[in-house]
């Protein structure tokens, strides 16, 4: 139930929505409504304001109580009441979901780049993406996640030119490979401008499309994938499209011929550019000055491939702060084409990852693989376990799920905007803000729920659970809906990481505040059931945010 509009509903007054109710803060009651934004309209103060709405409200089955404090009027529900709608009523999420029903978002993320390694660099696009992709899911709307893959540049010439030199074809290429290859070609290259040449040749043999270029091009492309893929199956990621900077080759010179026709295009230095002084951006490139397309280029077409083929309400690109002018370039020079759906591009933008306080950078060669860290995390996960839990059974799949979920939650639990510090440590911390906190929650809660087994039947008396403590919990359940919702609304996976925080904290003072399974029949189930959803609750926030829950840890 969407409490903040069935208050506003209740006050007499038109001037208040549901957008002007916000959580109350702590200590005072459970909602409240600032009044300050209403003062000069009706000329009173905020204070007068508050204690008129209270006047005329008519209290009910939901609230109990209100109360004047400075200029906001806070709201105390009814506590009984309020329990049984969170506990027994159903179909609030059914009505969220028909509300998104129709509504496509797509989500340009991790977008890799071919032959280049799969690093922790893009851990932060693949781990956003991917939660937000599951978050428009469960919200109802139509995703389409997107691998725009770096597959298309001179680069691939290069390293075609050193696998014929080089390579061994006697073996199965891997990606390892192809990065020494290329990292050959480029030294060697600096000394020998015949390879340099070379690669220039090789490279207009795959444009041209010769047949024995284009084969090794695309086994370049398919180790690749095969490698990144599983990656991805490990951290339970997918992808509905894989169309890359190649497949728009052939889809580019409409846009060309478009912008030169409306006059947004002009020649500068033999190349093709839009100025976009005006709005205090350099230019953007569109072809350079001998013939070759861009980034930019592609990513215009990419752009309306997707509103064609997609029709989307939203088109996000989960990428670094980095690219920030080219996604402002490029957004800007569709809306000079005139797209109307340019207002509904967005780049969603992350910080820096560094990795046990050094910098990422390959040119400097401190490369940091993802799998490798994945691999390094379940590793040590599994001595926690070993020495937390020994008799646990199997141990191995647990710790798949913590080392993944602890890797997951790094990259999802802080704002994106915020640079992160890759550290084992914190990570896998059962006690800080983490995910295996969270799971370790979760297991809790399941391991209490076997121990009661069979005392659950029938519905639970929600006015048991009013004390304090208990009441916490449900109102923090109330919230779910709302605050996935929100974290789609920002584009911000840690909003529901923050929210699953809170939930355990607040289940966990529950938890140590009174035993759950007592001679009490009826306090039992009533504990109980607060306890599966609890459980429940945690197990899908966490799915949102890439990371199982495990039943025992
Ligand atoms: N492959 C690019 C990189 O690794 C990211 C591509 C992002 N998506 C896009 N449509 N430009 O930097």
Redesign the pocket.
């Known amino acids: 139930m969407d409490y903040k509009k069935k208050i506003s509903e209740l006050i007499d007054s038109p001037l208040v929505t549901a957008d002007d109710i916000m959580i109350a803060a702590e200590g005072h009651g459970d909602y409240a409504l600032p009044c300050f934004k209403y003062a000069k309209q009706l000329r009173k103060s905020p204070q007068a304001i508050a204690g008129e709405f209270a006047a005329s409200l008519r209290c009910g089955d939901l609230i109990e109580r209100t109360e004047v404090a400075g200029g906001y009027l806070n709201f105390y529900l009814s506590r009984a009441a309020f329990v049984r709608e969170v506990m027994l009523g159903k179909g609030s999420t059914d009505a969220l979901r028909a509300a998104n029903a129709g509504k496509t978002v797509c989500l ?1 993320y991790s ?3 071919i032959a280049k390694p799969f690093h922790i660099g ?1 851990l932060m696009s693949t781990a956003i993406g991917g939660s937000l992709y599951r978050i428009y899911k469960y919200l109802g709307w139509n995703a389409v996640g997107i691998n ?1 893959l ?1 597959d298309w540049g001179t680069q691939f010439g290069k390293l075609l030119a050193a696998y014929e030199r080089w390579g061994d074809k006697t073996k199965k290429l891997t990606l390892d490979d192809m990065l020494s290859l290329y990292v050959r070609f480029t030294d060697e290259s600096e000394r020998d401008p015949d390879l340099a040449e070379a690669g220039r040749t090789e490279f207009r043999r795959i444009e041209r499309g010769e047949p024995d270029a284009v084969r090794t091009y695309e086994m370049f492309k398919a180790t690749t994938l095969e490698e990144v893929d599983k990656v991805y199956a490990r951290l339970g990621i997918k992808f509905d499209s894989y169309n890359g900077e190649a497949f728009y080759n052939d889809k580019m010179q409409p846009i060309i011929d478009e912008l030169e026709e409306k006059g947004l295009a002009e020649v500068s230095d033999g190349a093709l550019v839009v100025r976009l002084d005006e709005y205090g951006m350099p230019p953007c490139l569109i072809r350079r000055s001998d013939g070759a397309s861009l ?1 930019a280029t592609r ?1 215009l077409a ?1 752009a309306q491939y997707r509103a064609d083929a997609y029709r989307f309400d939203k088109c996000l ?1 989960v ?1 670094a702060t980095q ?1 920030n002018l080219h996604f402002r370039q490029l957004f800007k020079v569709l809306e000079l084409m005139g797209r109307p759906w340019a207002k509904d591009l967005v780049h969603v933008q992350f910080g820096m990852v560094s990795y046990e306080g050094q910098p990422l950078s390959t040119r400097k060669g401190h490369v940091v693989f993802l799998a490798d860290v994945i691999d390094n995390t379940v590793k040590r996960a599994r001595e926690i376990i070993e020495e937390k839990n020994p008799e646990l059974a199997d141990k191995d799949a647990i710790a798949e799920k913590v080392g993944v979920g602890a890797v997951m939650f790094f990259a999802l639990g802080t704002q994106r905007i915020k640079d992160v510090d890759f550290d084992y440590e914190k990570v896998l911390s059962f006690e800080g803000e983490t995910a295996p906190y969270l799971q370790y929650t979760h297991a809790r809660c399941r391991s209490v729920l076997a121990k009661g087994a069979g005392q659950e039947e029938g519905e639970p008396d929600c006015s048991l659970l009013t004390d304090d403590e208990s009441y916490d919990v449900v109102m923090q359940l109330s919230r779910f809906d709302e605050t996935v919702a929100d974290a789609a609304d920002k584009y911000e996976p840690s909003v529901v990481a923050r929210y699953l925080i809170d939930l355990a904290q607040k289940y966990n003072r529950f938890y140590i505040a009174g035993r759950i399974i007592t001679d009490d029949r009826a306090l039992t189930r009533a504990r109980l059931a607060l306890t599966r959803a609890v459980a429940d609750t945690l197990k899908t926030g966490l799915r949102l945010l890439l990371t199982e829950a495990p039943d025992r840890m």
Do not use: F, R
């Open positions: 340009d977008s890799i780049n893009h725009h770096g980034y990513d990419a690109y990428v690219q």
